[in-house]
């Protein structure tokens, strides 16, 4: 993964808002007229927040009437894992070598 997209996914991570909102995904879809009464933004806070959410693929939209209604994407929630995973694991071929060493 490059790190543009690297830097996408952990970006939906930082903002408190954003922990929030997924937070209330983990119990279902909701619709983002209960994300705004749960969270207390405005309506275009919560959009900023969401695009973001979505552009890094960790939630996806469906869209119904007027509203959409959002959920937790499995698919980007493991994408997300992945990404720590090979961000934090260490490389075998220089784990015992010195940051010094030639």
């Given at each position: 993964?490059?790190?543009?997209?690297?830097?996408?996914?952990?970006?939906?991570?930082?903002?408190?808002?954003?922990?929030?909102?997924i937070?209330?995904?983990?119990?279902?879809?909701?619709?983002?007229?209960?994300?705004?009464?749960?969270?207390?933004?405005?309506?275009?806070?919560?959009s900023?927040?969401?695009?973001?959410?979505c552009?890094?693929?960790?939630?996806?939209?469906?869209?119904?009437?007027?509203?959409?209604?959002?959920?937790?994407?499995?698919?980007?929630?493991?994408?997300?894992?992945?990404?720590?995973?090979?961000?934090?694991?260490?490389?075998?071929?220089?784990?015992?070598?010195?940051?010094?060493?030639?």
């Amino acid at each position: 993964m490059d790190e543009k997209k690297t830097a996408v996914i952990f970006k939906a991570f930082c903002d408190e808002n954003r922990i929030r909102i997924i937070k209330l995904l983990r119990s279902g879809e909701k619709c983002a007229c209960k994300l705004l009464e749960e969270i207390n933004v405005t309506q275009p806070t919560l959009s900023h927040h969401m695009k973001i959410l979505c552009d890094a693929e960790i939630v996806v939209g469906r869209k119904e009437g007027k509203w959409t209604h959002y959920s937790i994407s499995k698919k980007g929630v493991e994408q997300a894992k992945e990404c720590l995973q090979l961000l934090t694991a260490l490389d075998a071929e220089c784990e015992n070598k010195s940051c010094c060493e030639k």
